[in-house]
């Protein structure tokens, strides 16, 4: 199985990421361009775990030896130098990915996998920037990384069928499913997931129903887990609005305009969960 992962950007999806992978026994670096964002990063990956403890999921064994196997690195080169794959989770930005995918294609054995933690952004694209596309790929994780069961493998025309089976390895020892999709704007999860939180944010725009009532009816109406306006909330709205427009871009399908309400809380900062409010309230404990 892989053992030693570079984990780069250390925002909430990098942190879910590297605990995910240090508590399936993975040796992990964990580096981000940000002064402080590593040392944040790893201060609620500690708290992670230690609500792990508390609710009896690890022991506290095991949540110390998680820990201590991600490692903090100073950039980008530290990270990637001799490991077995590089997990990139920085902002949705494709500029900003080519460049560090470029910088992790020169610094990075031959043979280490480059993957992509988007969630709507081409493979194919991002791995114009490397001179080994055969070896990169998309692995979409879901927030909150610990909790979320599901990674999408996502493969562009030239990615190597052969570096899919170390990364199902991978998954299953993290405790998740991967399933595998074709590079096409917003993959399977991100396209359906946003095409419905658009349309539940129509409906609480026209005065349809509370966002609390239109979740509970795909909670107890449909089985879902958890509504489309908290599974929002959870990702960001600032998130949801980027994917929404370029999946809207992409597809020139009406369905993904966002819609004025979606705008209107990114601008006033109501961007979920991480700021305390979207279409829910969410307090400092629920943080």
């Given at each position: 199985m892989i053992s030693r992962?570079?984990?780069?950007?250390?925002?909430?999806?990098?942190?879910?990421?590297?605990?995910?992978?240090?508590?399936?026994g993975v040796q992990v670096r964990l580096a981000d361009a940000q002064a402080g964002a590593v040392p944040g990063a790893l201060?609620?990956?500690?708290?992670?775990?230690?609500g792990g403890v508390s609710r009896g999921k690890l022991s506290g064994a095991d949540a110390?030896?998680?820990?201590?196997?991600?490692?903090?690195?100073?950039?980008?080169?530290?990270?990637?130098?001799?490991?077995?794959?590089v997990i990139e989770a920085i902002v949705e930005d494709l500029g900003e990915k080519q460049r560090l995918f470029a910088r992790a294609d020169a610094i990075a054995r031959t043979d280490t996998i480059l993957a992509t933690n988007t969630s709507s952004l081409?493979?194919?694209?991002?791995?114009?920037?490397?001179?080994?596309?055969?070896?990169?790929?998309?692995?979409?994780?879901?927030?909150?990384?610990h909790a979320m069961q599901l990674v999408e493998l996502v493969t562009h025309p030239q990615t190597d069928p052969a570096i899919i089976p170390p990364l199902?390895?991978?998954?299953?020892?993290?405790?998740?499913?991967?399933?595998?999709?074709?590079?096409?704007?917003?993959?399977?999860?991100?396209?359906?997931?946003?095409?419905?939180?658009?349309?539940?944010m129509r409906m609480v725009e026209e005065g349809v129903a509370s966002a609390a009532d239109i979740d509970t009816a795909m909670t107890l109406g449909y089985g879902h887990p958890m509504g489309p306006l908290r599974v929002s909330d959870l990702v960001g709205l600032d998130v949801r609005l980027k994917i929404a427009?370029?999946?809207?871009?992409?597809?020139?399908?009406?369905?993904?305009?966002?819609?004025?309400?979606?705008?209107?809380?990114?601008?006033?900062?109501?961007l979920g969960k991480k700021t305390g409010k979207g279409f829910y309230e969410w307090g400092d404990d629920e943080r």
């Open positions: 992962v570079a984990v780069i950007g250390a925002g909430t999806m990098g942190a879910g990421i590297a605990q995910a992978a240090a508590v399936a201060t609620r990956i500690r708290a992670t775990l230690d110390a030896a998680a820990f201590a196997r991600i490692v903090a690195v100073p950039d980008v080169d530290a990270a990637v130098l001799d490991v077995e794959l081409s493979v194919a694209s991002i791995a114009t920037a490397t001179a080994r596309p055969a070896r990169v790929i998309g692995m979409h994780f879901f927030n909150p990384v199902r390895e991978l998954a299953a020892a993290m405790k998740k499913t991967a399933i595998v999709v074709r590079d096409s704007p917003g993959f399977a999860s991100s396209r359906l997931g946003v095409a419905l939180g658009l349309e539940a427009e370029y999946l809207h871009r992409e597809l020139g399908d009406p369905q993904f305009l966002p819609p004025e309400i979606l705008r209107r809380k990114v601008r006033h900062g109501e």
